[in-house]
T-cell receptor
Framework: AQSVSQHNHHVILSEAASLELGCNYSYGGTVNLFWYVQYPGQHLQLLLKYFSGDPLVKGIKGFEAEFIKSKFSFNLRKPSVQWSDTAEYFCAVNAGGSYIPTFGRGTSLIVHP | EAQVTQNPRYLITVTGKKLTVTCSQNMNHEYMSWYRQDPGLGLRQIYYSMNVEVTDKGDVPEGYKVSRKEKRNFPLILESPSPNQTSLYFC??????????????FGPGTRLTVT
């Protein structure tokens, strides 16, 4: 069965710091990869997704992620975080055309102004 | 406005009292699903539906039922709720499960407490 690991459970940064959140999955075949964000008290919304092509994917609000197939990774990055980026971030993987996406446990990001 | 709606948003109930959480989407999406979100466990899929009258179990289906009689609605039914079903529930929909490349649109969530 596929699994998704998000190594950082809690991250605390100051504004303008750079961000990288790790996501690793365990499936050797074709994967579709997603990052979702959940702002406090709100529902999940899509940040970005990868399904083919350029492994460097740009999403909303200045986020990007890089798919590295050899490392089974899809890390999320932002060069300069803002207070408004405080949220929970979830990595999700659909492997091999599965109808059941697997979500990571989430990373809670707190950005101090 | 394209959206997924859920009702109720908050619910406190007692063990064994049947309840239904409704979910509706106005995007003509084929695929709908239910998740529960628990601290430290992320999101886990309960049930999903690929189209009308087609439903299947997710990772944690025990204690739940669903139905998909219409394309836009996908209610979650707890026939006999128990305290371990206290959780935050999200409904989601997607254009099509085909190839699994489509992102999901999530509802606002239903916070359920079973005492």
């Amino acid at each position: 069965a596929q699994s998704v690991s998000q190594h950082n459970h809690h991250v605390i940064l100051s504004e303008a710091a750079s961000l990288e959140l790790g996501c690793n999955y365990s499936y050797g075949g074709t994967v579709n990869l997603f990052w979702y964000v959940q702002y406090p008290g709100q529902h999940l919304q899509l940040l970005l997704k990868y399904f083919s092509g350029d492994p460097l994917v740009k999403g909303i609000k200045g986020f990007e992620a890089e798919f590295i197939k050899s490392k089974f990774s899809f890390n999320l990055r932002k060069p300069s975080v803002q207070w408004s980026d405080t949220a929970e971030y979830f990595c999700a993987v659909n492997a091999g055309g599965s109808y059941i996406p697997t979500f990571g446990r989430g990373t809670s990001l707190i950005v101090h102004p | 406005e394209a959206q997924v709606t859920q009702n109720p948003r908050y619910l406190i109930t007692v063990t064994g009292k049947k309840l239904t959480v409704t979910c509706s989407q106005n995007m003509n999406h084929e695929y709908m699903s239910w998740y529960r979100q628990d601290p430290g466990l992320g999101l886990r899929q309960i049930y999903y539906s690929m189209n009308v009258e087609v439903t299947d179990k997710g990772d944690v289906p025990e204690g739940y039922k669903v139905s998909r009689k219409e394309k836009r609605n996908f209610p979650l039914i707890l026939e006999s709720p128990s305290p371990n079903q206290t959780s935050l529930y999200f409904c989601a929909s997607s254009l099509s499960p085909s190839g699994s490349i489509y992102e999901q649109y999530f509802g606002p969530g239903t916070r359920l407490t079973v005492t």
